[in-house]
């Protein structure tokens, strides 16, 4: 990261240093072969059977062919298959919330699911939000309230207020604190997100 | 990852004919199985995929309540006949994870889930669980986490699941599909002590299926109560937890069921803290010498030993919920 940090010092804007940030968390968190889903290079397993398969992915209304293999992560086959690259991968491990989507209108983690589990269900991304140019309430919010700094965990955050919206966990700041507890937030904007997910909750009642 | 293949099942049978291979393994929710592959700390050949299969029933009736493997946490937590009859089961899976992986995460693979000893989890270091023989590195490393009770010279992991604690307070049944039939077996027999042998958790038979748990729910006298404590308010594995049903009538305890977690290698029963409960009122002595009694023989490591006063104190705070008085 040292290289990309020095334009941050001489006045970078703050999509250099969102670019900065989201490279190394990728060089961090991703071997590359996982990425690529490449075989490994000792296939001791058969080769037949751990072979990509062809998967049909409904995402955000629209059915998305792509070709996996089995191993591959509903995260991984977004990003990197489908070009959705709305939906963020943080830790890999299920423990940040960066990469929350909605699998039927539930909020899951899809690092921690595989694309060839998710066939014949309904996937929202962030990129499935927005209606045309009018923002989701929840995305709205988030603006009007300053929910973000880097906006990393933006994407995640944001469909985890939609659920928990629906899911009715908006009586008070300390219950929305608790139901959003599975997203984290580096910039810890989370007085402004709490505040974003009220004000968004309000005005979709 | 490395590279394996997928199979979904279609049947519970099918899925156990399946399994008979050595290197397949189920996947339901995966929130812990596929973490554990990606650090490669476990590697299999083959995933069967079981969600296809109709064990997500949640059937509450007159003395029990009967939950299907595949039960998401989230809706075992809130289903409103398991918030009525076994509150505490609905805390404990409340007080775990975070809504998204409860919405993920089953009943079944709960049971199973590993250890979170950071030992075991980095495959470049000594471990009896995951390579046995190789030492365990938890002993003269670091280990806040560890247990103080229950433990051996081979391993002192935790085990980390909050519903395995309410299920054994709870004496709830595993049953179980394996080519040699269907079976029942009590949760409070279903983890083994590590004694020479860590890496065998479960008296569950390889390929064996979890197909659901049976939760007796007939003492409508008793009240229960999870407490955890966490190094966090909220999204975090216990330090400790204790998960407790009781039953006191005219000030005097006349039932006590107690189960600890984040303090031993399997959920912690303690009978002789029971013991030291029932047909007594529920005064300042009684509730400490519960947990000198719960404490006899705990072995605290080199960061671990706070764990033996804060479980002995959070046993008193949940006793307070009964009407205890420290
Ligand atoms: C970030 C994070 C935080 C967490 N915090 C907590 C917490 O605070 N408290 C807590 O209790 N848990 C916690 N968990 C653990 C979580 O509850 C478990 O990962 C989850 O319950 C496992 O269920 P699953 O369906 O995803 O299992 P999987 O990952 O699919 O499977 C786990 C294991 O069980 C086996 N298995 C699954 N179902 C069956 C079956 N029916 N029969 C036989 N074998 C089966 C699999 O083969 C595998 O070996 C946390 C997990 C994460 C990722
Ligand atoms: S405590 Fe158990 S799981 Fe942890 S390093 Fe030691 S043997 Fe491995
Ligand atoms: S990338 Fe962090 S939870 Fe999935
Ligand atoms: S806005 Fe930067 S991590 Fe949340």
Redesign the pocket.
Known sequence: MSEEETPTKVGSTRRTVLKAGATTTLAAGTPLPALLGEAPASAAAAATATSPVEVSLTVNGVARPCTVEPRVTLLDALRERLGLTGTKKGCD???CGACTVLVDGRRI?SC?TLAVMQQGKEITTVEGLARGDRLHPVQAAFVREDGLQCGFCTPGQIMSAVALIGEGHTRSDDEIREWMS?NLCRCSCYPNIVAAVREAAKEMS | MRAFAYTPADSPEA?VRL?AEPQA????????????MKDGV?Q?DR??D?NN?P?REITVSEDRVRLG??A??SDVAGHPGVRRRLPLLSQ??L????PQ??N???????????T?CWYFRDSTMPCNKREPGSGCSALEGLNRWHAVLGGSDRCIAVH??????ALTALDATVT?LSAQGPRSIPVREFYLSPGDTPDRETV?RPG????GLDVPATDRSAESRYL?V?DRAT????VVSVAAVVAVRHGVVRQASLAF?GVAPRPWRSPEAEQALIGRPLHAATVAAAGRALVRGAIPREHNGFKIPLVQRALADVLDGFGGRR
């Open positions: 491990r299920g423990e983690k921690l599975g | 899925a399994a393994r189920y996947i339901a929710g995966g929130t812990d199985l596929l973490n554990l476990q299999h995933l069967i079981i299969l064990l493997a595949l998401r946490m404990a899976l007080a775990g994870a975070s992986v409860r993920m995460a089953s009943i079944g693979g709960n049971l199973l889930q590993r979170r980390p699941s909050d519903l395995a604690v179980t569950l064996e299926l979890i197909t955890k966490r999204f975090e594995f216990a977690g």
